[in-house]
């Protein structure tokens, strides 16, 4: 099971784009530019114009949560949107609280934790981060492709299941669908919605090897955001059964 795909980087890069463009959080001309001037082979090391337009796209989605786009932000928390694909934040219909990863900071830094986890054992002078800002613009042995690897599970037998929530704008549903569109899977089963309580809790596509399912929505990390969708997901993901499609939520018309 994979959850916020990142499969391919051309697809990635195309769709990525595309979804901050089509949910509004930039502008024609701005999506226009991105497309001319990103290399869209190579999403970990992009050019400098491409990084120029993209922080003119930042500064047009504003100080929004990237990575659950309709929630509202830790006001406190650090401002960190700079890495187009990593990132995180939820979304939870009642008691989801924004500012979990700063929590989770502190906490995680606190000496009592590090001593029982046996971390930093070296004494590092610097404090422990969610993201390494510093690896991530340095890391050299990144993949520009996971495609032949799905390819190569798909054909040993592997079950694999892809699940994306639908208010990711970091890594989003769009460029995970475009990734998955480059398999050329045959489909199995159309898509079709499936149902948490009588509602509406994502949509599905059942491929050749792989099913993607989508959580309604669902930033990035989608247990957080939505905790009982996703627990329904992992149900039938360990049972190896298809998410629930009611006969009698099917109208006709």
């Not at 906490?107 to 510093?134: I, R």
């Not at 509602?199 to 050749?208: D, R, T």
């Amino acid at each position: 099971m994979v959850g916020n795909a990142v499969i391919d980087d051309y697809h990635d890069y195309v769709g990525t784009f595309e979804y901050w463009w089509t949910h509004g959080l930039i502008s024609d001309d701005t999506y226009q530019k991105l497309q001319l001037a990103c290399e869209f082979d190579s999403s970990a090391h992009a050019s400098k114009a491409c990084n120029q337009i993209y922080d003119v796209a930042e500064a047009e989605e504003g100080l929004i949560d990237a990575y659950s786009i309709y929630t509202p932000t830790c006001k406190k928390a650090s401002l960190r949107k700079r890495r187009l694909i990593k990132g995180r934040r939820p979304w939870l219909p009642r008691g989801y609280d924004p500012c979990t990863e700063k929590y989770s900071t502190k906490y995680y830094n606190l000496p009592e934790v590090q001593k029982a986890f046996h971390a930093n054992v070296t004494g590092m002078p610097y404090a422990w981060n969610p993201c390494s800002d510093d690896l991530f613009e340095h890391w050299k042995d990144s993949p520009r492709s996971m495609l032949p690897i799905y390819h190569e599970l798909i054909a040993a037998g592997i079950r694999i299941w892809v699940f994306s929530g639908d208010a990711d704008s970091v890594v989003p549903l769009t460029a995970t669908r475009y990734s998955i569109d480059a398999l050329y899977l045959p489909t199995v089963t159309n898509w079709y919605p499936w149902y948490e309580e009588e509602e509406v809790a994502g949509w599905c596509q059942v491929y050749k090897g792989l099913t993607l399912v989508t959580i309604r929505g669902a930033g990035h990390e989608v247990p957080l955001h939505r905790p009982q969708q996703a627990l329904k997901l992992f149900e039938h993901f360990l049972q190896d059964k298809p998410m629930p499609r009611p006969v009698d939520s099917i109208q006709s018309f």
